[in-house]
């Protein structure tokens, strides 16, 4: 039971951090791949909390699909940045 | 300037001390509860008798709430349509895409040629299997999406077939209705699972009807994510 109440510290812990590291660094690449782990923990919250299913889907769609599309529209601005000079 | 910011500070640490308030009460007052509530008791006892299900939550998002899932895919193809239309509006003039793209790296490039069988195929996997183990169709379809926008990340020129996906959107979409028509017709209701053979419980094949509306979901959520990002992908703003 404490094992289980300190992991769950842990991982709601760490997702706080990285919160903060998303919204503070000035880095945008640190900042998207630090969102996408508030995810990971959020999904990892998930399971202590005994839901799979949901778990899965903000794995899925929070820290997978969301990182590749900020990746993604990213890589279109920087390619258009320069090729304007 | 100064005091300017300083009352924006304190507006924001006011609301942030509002919402902690709002939080704290919903903490505050949750008890655990000590047994499942009636609809849980039911779900838990029934749900592997009626509907041959191993996973509950899928038998109640496909079966006992499939008109709720029906609704979320039309809302999810009610946007997609909309990005498109929306985007559609500024699309680039033929053979202009595909020049100026920065190469993406042999990196990605490689792991990607990797990678993306195994996405694709734990993506099925996934769909398939969500009556049996946690997961489904929504989930399936994202990480097929997420496959997709992986192979436009590695080559940015590559254009998939938009008819295909239109095509695989729009006939998974009307057999998904049209299972639930056969289940007011053959068995209890609108999307009654119970059209196919219950099956042995456990199996890959079972649950009547769950499998292929996952399925179909699965291909139609991954249609929909991914016809959204190619309509990103072919807009150009200049």
């Keep these: ?23 503070v660094t000035r880095n945008t690449a640190v900042a998207v791949l630090s969102a996408g782990l508030v995810s990971l923990f959020a999904s990892v919250l998930f399971l202590f909390l005994a839901a ?34 | ?51 041959g299900a191993q996973n509950i939550v899928t038998a109640i998002i496909v079966t006992y709430r499939g008109l709720d899932t029906l609704g979320e895919v039309t809302v999810l193809f009610l946007t997609a349509a909309i ?34 069988p195994i996405i694709l195929l734990f993506g099925a996997y996934v769909a398939l299997n969500g009556h049996l183990t946690p997961g489904g169709g929504f989930q399936g379809g994202a990480i097929l999406a997420s496959g997709m926008l992986l192979m436009l990340l590695a080559d940015p020129a590559r254009r998939f077939g938009h008819r295909l996906i239109a095509r695989v959107e729009s006939v998974s979409g009307l057999a998904y209705v049209a299972i639930g028509v056969l289940g007011v017709a053959l068995a209890g209701g609108f999307l009654d ?13 079972s649950a009547g009807a769950i499998p292929l509306i996952y399925a179909l979901v699965g291909l139609k959520v991954g249609a929909e994510f991914s016809s959204m990002l190619e309509s990103l992908e072919e807009t150009e703003d200049s």
Excluded: C
Excluded at chain 2, 89 to 95: F, L
Excluded at chain 2, 193 to 205: K, Q, T, V
């Design chain 1, 1 to 23: 039971m404490t094992l289980a109440l300190l992991a769950t510290s842990g991982f709601a812990a760490a997702m706080l951090i990285a919160a903060l590291v998303a919204v």
């Design chain 1, 52 to 85: 799979p299913d949901v778990a899965m889907t903000e794995a899925a769609i929070g820290s997978g699909l969301t990182t590749f599309l900020f990746f993604f529209v990213l890589g279109r601005i920087r390619r258009e940045g320069s090729d304007e000079h």
């Design chain 2, 1 to 51: 300037m100064n005091t300017r910011f300083s009352i924006r500070h304190a507006a924001v640490l006011g609301l942030l001390a509002l919402l902690g308030l709002a939080f704290w009460t919903l903490l505050a007052g949750y008890t655990p509860d000590a047994e499942l509530n009636r609809t849980a008791a039911y779900y838990a006892e029934n749900t592997a008798r009626e509907t």
């Design chain 2, 83 to 116: 990005v498109a239309l929306v985007l559609g509006q500024s699309k680039a003039p033929r053979g202009g895409t595909g020049s100026g793209f920065l190469p993406s790296g042999e990196l990605l490039t490689t792991g990607t040629r990797m990678l993306l």
């Design chain 2, 193 to 205: 699972n119970r059209i196919l053979p219950l099956g042995e419980f456990g199996a890959i094949l």
